[in-house]
């Protein structure tokens, strides 16, 4: 097994955490919040796909899936074109609606995209730096590993809100 190999399954896992957090529920369902402060499904699963699709596309040199296959226009949503969902307050989670068909969609074609980057990497590229911003510099396996990390918390979170979900109404 490759490292190219190893990274796609880690986005694979991914993938199917998000399927099952996001099957099957209606759209009252995706936007729940546990309290007035919580994020929602919808919310989590629109911004773990828009930092991969964002991450990976800065890295990969391609445009992000959310402009490029019109994403942003489908969702319709209120928000700036380049929003991700760093720094939303409440009052921001609370727009992100939309129905379980539509976050799915978009995070399977982000999931193309990504798998389509990283199949071809070596394990020379991985070491490529990718943000001089940081302090060591940031190295592309750290990035993807970042993106991978980040998106199985959010993704784990909306699990979670789906069993509460489920065992409450």
Not at 28 to 37: A, E, K, Q, T, W
Not at 121 to 143: A, N
Request: aromatic share 8%.
């Amino acid at each position: 097994m490759t490292s190219a190999d190893v990274l796609a399954d880690a986005y694979g896992r991914i993938q199917e955490v998000v399927h099952e957090a996001v099957d099957g529920l209606t759209e009252d369902h995706l936007v729940y919040r546990i309290d007035p402060g919580a994020n929602s499904i919808a919310w989590l699963i629109w911004h773990l796909t828009r930092v991969q699709d964002d991450h990976v596309a800065d890295v990969a040199g391609v445009e992000q899936v959310w402009t490029a296959q019109g994403w942003y226009e489908r969702f319709g949503l209120p928000i700036d074109r380049r929003a991700i969902g760093y720094g939303d307050r409440p009052e921001n989670v609370g727009v992100i609606q939309a129905p379980a068909d539509l976050l799915l969609d978009y995070y399977d074609a982000v999931h193309e995209q990504t798998l389509r980057f990283v199949r071809d990497l070596t394990d020379e590229d991985l070491g490529r730096i990718v943000d001089t911003r940081w302090d060591p510099p940031v190295t592309l396996s750290v990035r993807l590993i970042s993106v991978i990390s980040d998106d199985l918390q959010h993704a784990g979170q909306a699990a979670y809100v789906r069993g509460v979900i489920e065992r409450t109404k």
